[in-house]
Nanobody
């Protein structure tokens, strides 16, 4: 069974940090590139970051470069998104997803499996 479960969201103030986690079943993790996407109220789902299966190649949306970092723990089948210096415009539901290949990509239609999402709210 393919399963992706996000956690770590919450309500934080501007400038704070959060780390999101995505626990994946083996089939959804092994050999696959993975990514994070987000959807703010009234907006389409947007690309945030992605990472390759091997080698640590990463790709970020311009809006999060220098503030967010994507990583993965192979021993735990878990994907992470470290988010620093959070801004109100980062408020969204964050989704992790499994790519059909092993490389990072911003294209949503290349991702086969998706989690249910975790809410991140940045507000003073």
């Amino acid at each position: 069974q393919v399963q992706l479960v996000e956690s770590g969201g919450g309500l934080v103030q501007p400038g704070d940090s959060l780390r999101l986690s995505c626990a994946a079943s083996g089939r959804a993790f092994s050999g696959k590139g993975m990514g994070w996407f987000r959807q703010a109220p009234g907006n389409e789902r947007d690309f945030v970051a992605s990472i390759s299966w091997i080698g640590g190649s990463t790709y970020y949306a311009d809006s999060v470069k220098g503030r967010f970092a994507i990583s993965r723990d192979y021993s735990k089948n878990t994907l992470y998104l470290q988010m620093n210096n959070l801004k109100p415009e980062d408020t969204a539901v964050y989704y992790c997803a499994t790519h059909r290949g092993s490389y990072p990509s911003p294209r949503q239609n290349e991702y086969d499996y998706w989690g249910q999402g975790t809410q991140v709210t940045v507000s003073s």
